[in-house]
């Protein structure tokens, strides 16, 4: 089975030196491609810079990306020649368009005139006391996943903080469906510490839960080769 | 020779799962502390997670830390105890303080309401198609170093972004004199290519140039050593 993974953490550039970045360490990305891979699956891992990744081996094939634009990119072929995409990665769900002094924010009558503005500088001056950065949501990419392929097995990812067990199904299951997946792994950060990694994998019937991301994996390989 | 060298890029957090990163490798720092290490001085080098780092070894320790308050209770400390301070490290110049829908931002008569706010998630929503993030500048840590303490010998640095080679002197040597530097390293981000790093070692008399990280490491060493 050919099985694409993506794990890590997008980053929308601000400028040339600054960046909004989604943290996550690609730890359970490397921990189910190598568990996979064991299992005599092919794995593509696509992946950010600072993720944690497998080592080279045969059958693993890893592509880097940063931005949401190519994640996109990126994603938008790999979808048609694999069989299943599990979506860990934490992708931005805003990308700066303009940065400006708080000043130019007061003198404007209606704040949406900046949402037109682009900075020029390279590297945005930085004098002000305050700053004031306008973003906009970044596009969707789970919900194109089975527009590009619509035979592909769509595993996505939802991750919460510190919300009641209840609303996490619930929201992981709205996700499901609105997004076409065949699974989704709702997990809490509030329940991710080093030797834990609580996650539900959640269809339209059931939820099952896996206490570690080694059990993650496990429970995901069982199902994606099982169904 | 008790030596500090601080590397790598600060990262202010929005929330619990986003961040504001100034990217930096910290490659120049661990070339640094390397060619220090060799010469037979002792080397503390305060970094950060995602910064490559030195191997273990006798004479170097590492302190890794996260945004600007961190940097500033470690250096803090660390300052009183060494003989010099070769501040690298890109440090956020502002740091989150509030981000909201943008429709909340057309509401209020005075924008300025909403620097006083704060935000209650641990992970701020997201529904809306454009959000603002409202942003404080960091408190300045070069300025504080000599307050800290008035023997240490300051190595600053600069990084410019395509701008004429008369006005990177010049910014260098402004940030030489309001922060009681003995030597700012000035540097352009078009210049730095995988095998090339052009510096300028800038005093208040001199400024001499150094074309790869070895070079702007030994030129340091041996401005430190020999004065």
Redesign the interface.
């Known amino acids: 089975m050919k099985i694409l993974i993506t794990s890590g953490g997008t980053?929308e550039a601000?400028?040339?030196?600054?960046?909004?970045?989604?943290?996550?360490t690609g730890s359970l990305g490397k921990i189910m491609a190598e568990i996979f891979l064991k299992a005599g699956h092919e794995v593509t891992l696509v992946t950010t810079k600072?993720a944690v990744k497998p080592a080279e081996q045969s059958r693993l094939t890893i592509y880097q990306i940063t931005d949401v634009a190519s994640l996109i990119a990126t994603l938008k072929t790999l979808v048609k020649s694999h069989d299943v995409l599990i979506h860990s990665m934490?992708v931005?769900?805003?990308t700066p368009?303009y940065m400006a002094d708080?000043a130019e924010?007061?003198t404007v009558t209606?704040?949406?005139q900046l949402?037109a503005k682009r900075n020029q500088?390279?590297?945005i001056s930085?004098q002000?006391?305050?700053?004031?950065?306008?973003?906009?949501?970044t596009p969707k990419v789970i919900s194109q996943i089975v527009e590009w392929n619509p035979n592909i097995k769509l595993i996505g990812f939802k991750?919460?903080?510190?919300v009641p067990h209840e609303e996490l199904i619930e929201v992981a299951r709205e996700s499901l469906i609105k997004n076409k997946a065949d699974y989704i792994l709702a997990n809490d950060?509030k329940d991710i510490q080093a030797h834990q990694h609580i996650g539900y994998l959640v269809s339209k019937t059931e939820e099952i839960r896996a206490n570690t991301k080694e059990d993650i994996a496990q429970l995901i390989l069982e199902r994606i080769t099982d169904d």
Request: proline share 2%; glycine share 0%; no cysteine.
């Open positions: 980053s601000i400028d040339s030196v600054r960046a909004i970045t989604n943290q996550s600072n934490a931005s769900d805003y368009v708080f924010l007061q209606d704040p949406a949402l500088e390279t590297k930085s002000a006391e305050h700053q004031v950065l306008f973003l906009t949501k991750l919460l903080v510190d950060l």
